[in-house]
T-cell receptor
Framework: KQEVTQIPAALSVPEGENLVLNCSFTDSAIYNLQWFRQDPGKGLTSLLLIQSSQREQTSGRLNASLDKSSGRSTLYIAASQPGDSATYLCAANYGGSQGNLIFGKGTKLSVKP | NAGVTQTPKFQVLKTGQSMTLQCAQD?????MYWYRQDPGMGLRLIYYSASEGTTDKGEVPNGYNVSRLNKREFSLRLESAAPSQTSVYFC??????????????FGSGTRLTVV
């Protein structure tokens, strides 16, 4: 069964710290992997999309890496800010007609001033 | 750019009532999806439409029906609402069936409570 796991479920850090969120997937035959941000009571905002042929993607203070062979992806956030507080979701896309987007349950990040 | 627009944002229903959740996208995407998000369960696929004119069941389709009205619009209908359908519903779209090139774009959600 295709599963996506995110550890830790919650993380609290002081402002300014660099941090890493982890995502692991059981089936390495992914098309791509997408990281989302979800603020309380809001929808999902796409942060980064990494194709299966890529090793990493960067956007501002965010850097996402992908290692298909080990079934892992990481989201690195540099110089964290209180505004980064949110739940971060990763989703592995296995393609197919239904898209087959498998979500992790998320990491809830709190950045303290 | 509006992206994916969902209406309504909030709804309270009584058990047995029916309602339709609306979703529209303005990105000329071919594929559209309905997910539900529940605490501890993550996001689960209810129904999807790989292209205009086609719909198919996802992981948790029981109690729901869908209509792909045209390329832009994909609606989700609850015929007889049950408390177990209390959830947050998200509509999403992608340029192709697998979201291969550009990933998925999500709407802001509909928070539904069935009492």
């Amino acid at each position: 069964k295709q599963e996506v796991t995110q550890i830790p479920a919650a993380l609290s850090v002081p402002e300014g710290e660099n941090l890493v969120l982890n995502c692991s997937f059981t089936d390495s035959a992914i098309y791509n992997l997408q990281w989302f941000r979800q603020d309380p009571g809001k929808g999902l905002t796409s942060l980064l999309l990494i194709q299966s042929s890529q090793r990493e993607q960067t956007s501002g203070r965010l850097n996402a890496s992908l290692d298909k062979s080990s079934g892992r992806s990481t989201l690195y956030i540099a110089a964290s800010q209180p505004g980064d507080s949110a739940t971060y979701l990763c989703a592995a896309n296995y393609g197919g007609s239904q898209g087959n987007l498998i979500f992790g349950k998320g990491t809830k990040l709190s950045v303290k001033p | 750019n509006a992206g994916v627009t969902q209406t309504p944002k909030f709804q309270v229903l009584k058990t047995g009532q029916s309602m339709t959740l609306q979703c529209a996208q303005d990105m000329n995407h071919n594929s559209m999806y309905w997910y539900r998000q529940d605490p501890g369960m993550g996001l689960r696929l209810i129904y999807y439409s790989a292209s205009e004119g086609t719909t198919d069941k996802g992981e948790v389709p029981n109690g729901y029906n869908v209509s792909r009205l045209n390329k832009r619009e994909f609606s989700l209908r609850l015929e007889s609402a049950a408390p177990s359908q209390t959830s947050v519903y998200f509509c999403a779209s992608s340029e192709g069936p697998s979201g291969r090139n550009y990933g998925y774009t999500f709407g802001s959600g509909t928070r539904l409570t069935v009492v």
